[in-house]
């Protein structure tokens, strides 16, 4: 349906209307968090207002107005959307379309399995244009060109809540946002109806004489003005209300988005764990063997394959069954991460592939770029994917010989030996350790005793280890034998056996659950250590990074230092047989974060919390939560609610008969508009009571008029009564009304434009 608008009603709605819809492509800004999304925002606003007046001007049907649309989208798209595939950076071309029409079918799926934020990443971007677009284009029509103009608040609504739904699990500025695109729909609101009652009044005084006519809309026009203000004071009061309480409670750590329900694209648990290989590097296949070739870092580096902080007592595993645990996740990497705020030395390395194979990438530090080359590049480019809670980096195709990329990263400032002693635990996340063996905890208290400070036992574990240990790979043939494994039992026999012999797999993860058991979340890092551009098979190392309170993550080598391995004592060939620790099968992963704690902590001397009480305090807790969003939403109409109830007291309460007898009229006239009524302007009570059509209303205006002209003071009696009548007649007016129908008449904002809402201010 089309209707006549004029250019006041076009610009003014247009102008709320863009409002709203700016706010909620705001939304958008943690998704992308890229120059290229302001422009995007700016382009598809201004081609979707001129799709829409187009299709007002020319009366457009809904097809011809789809078809325009389209053709826009695919006009603008290449260029705001595939920014990469612009010819001249305005022009599209073909690839460029091609992306952006499949962008328009797998954008959203890809959006979710990416890390965040994405930039102008592929078409990445096309998702935001087509919910922009398309937002403003209904918007704007349903506006213009409906019975309905009030339906055109709901587009910008479904944009803000689609654009949260695809966003990152931590909130950003959500309340204010959300606060500020009330308030614009609630006025816009406020404006629509305006507009709908001012144009019904004129149609009914069309047949008025022109002298009443121009008067009546003077003073129509002015107490709707006073509507629309009192309307931004109430909206403004329950806004700060809400914002005041959303900020005076502490923050939400994460919120249930798309994202944490998207099965992982890479799951690090259906591979093998890498540190289960360990001694196939030690092979006199592989030992010698190239393995890739790096450039642009000092001798000495430690070359990153993966980080291990999963440990169930048979193998230390990458990650953990959870997306949203401790490990963090791994996604698709769209662009350069900004690691400005890292204190280290940059990086910039290249790395060719020669015998190396396996979806584990060779890194340096932390992540901030890479670029592949090659012929397989672009499916490379495609399969990579990134854990940056563990700063691990995999290609689930695998690596293959002859591949070949740079890497530029920050390699974050490490502390020195003797620093190592004064350092404190982090208050890094990291999975449970479930299994320890006691001859491990007995070792370490051999090694802590006597020392209180958390970095002090953790080099004197390091010491302990560093002297009583040995290196054996038990794979040469003057080697002494040395079992491969880290599973609780292979870690307990270190302790058990007459020397303490092995290698990196088992002295990593020995100093991993010592250090977790200081305190210092730890996790296991496999690699390699250059000796010179090549890197073979004998490089391969592993080590454990602890996290401190100064420093962040801290590498510290456990190994102990190569030495000649002393002949086992002939005459102590009965050994004593310890038992084994038992090693329970790896149970169902809890969903409990091991927060580490200095255990020395007054929080690990709490005692064990009643399981009956947490279960009490989730439920308060949630209930707590509810009420709380139940609260922030409910705010603008308690305001509305509270404003009326305080009205009515002061009419009520006022000093004189004669003006409790007043407001009881004003009182039944508000009543009147809020259940739909619309009075002649400036009508008489009479002219007002005949709209409801019954008796009692008739006898309400005479009473009223009777008692206001006559010169005198009423008894305080009959301004009882009279209140009494007004209360009737407005139970009469709920008659025949749903519930839905009587909220409605609590929460209108008819009766609070005009002089009423002055009434408010008074006393």
């Known amino acids: ?137 209904i918007s704007l029509g349903i506006a213009f060109r409906t019975s309905i103009p009030e339906l055109s608040v709901l587009p910008p609504i479904v944009a803000f809540v689609t654009a949260i739904a695809f966003g990152p699990t931590y909130p950003d ?128 580096t430690r070359v990153r394959l993966a980080t291990l902080d999963s440990y169930d007592g048979v193998v230390y595993a990458v990650g953990s069954g959870r997306a949203s645990s401790e490990s963090g996740s791994f996604a698709r990497v769209p662009s350069r991460f900004d690691q400005s705020g890292v204190n280290g030395v940059p990086i910039a390395m290249a790395i060719t592939i020669a015998d190396y194979s396996g979806v584990w990438l060779p890194t340096v530090g932390l992540f901030e770029e890479i670029g592949f080359s090659g012929e397989r590049a672009a499916a490379l480019r495609d399969s990579f994917y990134y854990n940056k809670v563990s700063g691990t980096a995999a290609v689930t195709g695998g690596l293959e010989a002859g591949d070949s990329y740079t890497f530029e990263g920050v390699v974050p400032a490490q502390p020195s030996a003797e620093e190592l002693s004064s350092l404190t635990p982090g208050t890094a996340e990291v999975p449970p350790i479930r299994v320890s063996p006691d001859e491990l905890t007995e070792k370490l208290d051999d090694y802590v005793r006597g020392l209180t400070e958390p970095g002090e036992r953790l080099a004197a574990m390091l010491r302990g280890l560093a002297a009583d240990g040995y290196v054996s790979h038990g794979v040469g043939v003057d080697e002494p034998a040395s079992r491969s494994g880290h599973s609780a039992d292979r870690v307990a026999e270190l302790f058990t056996a007459p020397r303490m012999i092995g290698d990196g797999e088992q002295y990593s993860v020995t100093a991993s659950i010592m250090a977790n058991e200081l305190g210092f979340p730890a996790r296991v890092v496999l690699g390699f250590v250059t000796s010179d551009q090549q890197i073979r098979g004998a490089d391969v190392s592993a080590w454990i990074e602890v996290n401190t309170a100064e420093y962040g ?155 206001i002209f006559s010169g005198g003071n009423p008894e305080s009696v009959e301004a009882d009564a009279f209140w009494m009548n007004v209360i009737e007649l407005e139970n009469q007016l709920h008659t025949g009304l749903s519930r839905w129908e009587r909220f409605k008449t609590k929460i209108s904002l008819r009766s609070l434009g005009g002089y009423s809402v002055t009434s408010l201010f008074k006393r």
């Open 553 to 707: 993550w801290v590498t510290v080598d456990p190994n102990p230092p190569l030495r000649d391995i002393p002949e086992e004592d002939p005459d102590d060939t009965a050994q004593v047989a310890r038992p084994q620790t038992i090693v329970q099968p790896p149970e169902i992963e809890s969903d409990t974060i091991n927060r580490q704690s200095n255990p020395d902590s007054e929080q690990a001397l709490q005692p064990g919390i009643d399981p009956v009480l947490q279960a009490v305090l989730a439920v308060l807790r949630t209930a707590g939560w509810v009420l709380l969003v139940l609260l922030v939403l409910s705010a603008p109409f308690l305001v509305i609610v509270a404003a009326k109830m305080r009205r009515r007291m002061l009419r009520r309460r006022a000093d004189s008969s004669l003006e409790q007898i007043s407001g009881g009229w004003q009182e039944f006239e508000d009543s009147i508009l809020d259940h739909g009524y619309s009075p002649v302007p400036s009508g008489t009570r009479t002219e007002v009571a005949s709209i409801v059509q019954s008796p009692a209303a008739h006898d309400l205006a005479v009473f009223a008029d009777r008692a």
């Open 173 to 300: 500025q959500p309340v204010s946002l959300a606060v500020a695109l009330l308030i614009v729909v609630a006025l816009t609101l406020v404006w629509l109806r305006w507009r709908r009652r001012r144009d019904t009044v004129n149609a009914l005084e069309a047949a008025m004489d022109t002298a009443g006519v121009a008067r009546r809309k003077r003073e129509f026009g002015f107490a709707g003005a006073r509507t629309v203000i009192s309307a931004v004071v109430i909206l403004a009061i329950a806004a700060g209300a809400a914002i005041g309480v959303a900020n005076a409670l502490p923050p939400v750590n994460d919120r249930s988005v798309l994202r944490t329900t998207i099965v992982e694209p890479f799951d690090p648990r259906d591979y093998v764990s890498p540190l289960s290989g360990y001694r196939r590097y030690w092979q006199p296949s592989t030992a010698n063997s190239v393995l890739f070739e790096v450039s642009g870092v000092p001798l000495g």
């Open 1 to 137: 349906m089309t209707r006549n608008v004029s250019p006041t009603f076009v610009v003014v709605t247009g102008a709320l209307l863009w409002a709203s819809i700016v706010l909620a492509s705001v939304a958008l800004w943690p998704i992308y968090r890229s120059q290229e999304l302001i422009t995007l925002i700016v382009v598809s606003i201004i081609a979707g207002t001129i799709v829409a007046l187009i299709a007002l001007w020319r009366k457009w049907s809904f097809f011809a107005t789809a078809a325009a649309t389209i053709l826009v989208f695919l006009i603008v798209g290449v260029p705001v959307a595939v920014p990469s595939e612009a010819q001249f950076s305005v022009l599209p071309s073909y690839s460029g379309l091609v992306d952006l029409v499949f962008g328009v079918a797998l954008g959203w799926k890809q959006l979710l399995t990416i890390s965040l934020p994405v930039g102008s990443y592929q078409a990445l971007l096309v998702p935001a244009l087509v919910l922009v677009l398309l937002t403003t284009v």
